[in-house]
């Protein structure tokens, strides 16, 4: 079955980084986009970025652009979410979300997600 | 951005009852309009695609239509395991924002 495992969450200061992974199992990695979605203690959904199938499309959310990049390696089905220069809006539960129909980049909406991993930004 | 707004922010219902949920982009969408549900602790679900498409394993209670900037989802005969916040998310262009979500309550 489909499983999506999000790790690398954790306590961060301010200004620091941090590397989210996602190991993907039970279909065929390479060939679905995945998103990153975030959800701040006890707010709404906010979609934070996607990665085409083959790597080769990456797009953000406005609030993370230039300090959150989006990678994959289709060969260890994982997917990674780079942090920079954090910020405390940015403490959240974050998700890994695979597109729902093959070959897209997020425009086919989310069909399986992991249970999320915390990242808390705070001095 | 496409700004998504939805209404109501609350929504109490009795079983059997029908539940109306409305989402209001900011502009013309087209049909790229998914709805989710989360309920409480658990990660979102995807309910309906592309404003109306019904998705595997979804009970058919759940229906969704519309099309431009305004879409309803519907819950024919309210259940009990229904309780949960409801979220549209317009996928036509980025950033593929979100909708505030509709909590919807179980009297």
């Known amino acids: 079955q489909v499983q999506l495992v999000e790790s690398g969450g954790g306590v961060v200061q301010p200004g620091r980084s941090l590397r989210l992974s996602c190991a993907a199992s039970?279909?065929?990695?390479?060939?679905?986009?995945i998103n990153w979605v975030r959800q701040a203690p006890g707010k709404g959904l906010e979609w934070v970025a996607v990665v085409s199938y083959d790597g080769r499309h990456k797009y953000y959310a406005d609030s993370v652009k230039g300090r959150f990049t989006i990678s994959r390696d289709n060969s260890k089905t994982t997917l990674h979410l780079q942090m920079n220069g954090l910020r405390p809006e940015d403490t959240a539960l974050y998700y890994c979300?695979?597109?729902?129909?093959?070959?897209?980049?997020?425009?086919?909406?989310?069909?399986?997600w992991g249970q999320g991993t915390l990242v808390t930004v705070s001095s | 951005e496409i700004v998504l707004t939805q209404s109501p922010d609350f929504q109490s219902g009795t079983p059997k009852e029908k539940v109306t949920i409305t989402c209001r982009a900011s502009?013309?969408?087209?049909?790229?309009l998914h709805w989710y549900q989360q309920k409480p602790n658990q990660s979102p679900k995807l309910l309906i695609k592309y404003a109306s498409q019904s998705i595997s394993g979804v009970p058919s209670r759940f229906s969704g239509s519309g099309s431009g900037t305004e879409f309803t989802l519907t819950i024919n005969s309210l259940e009990a395991e229904d309780a949960a916040t409801y979220y549209c998310q317009q996928c036509n262009s980025v950033p593929f924002t979100f909708g505030p979500g509709t909590k919807v309550d179980i009297k």
């Open positions: 502009q013309n969408i087209g049909s790229s």
């Open positions: 039970g279909f065929t990695f390479s060939n679905y986009g």
């Open positions: 979300a695979r597109d729902s129909g093959p070959y897209s980049s997020g425009w086919v909406g989310a069909d399986f």
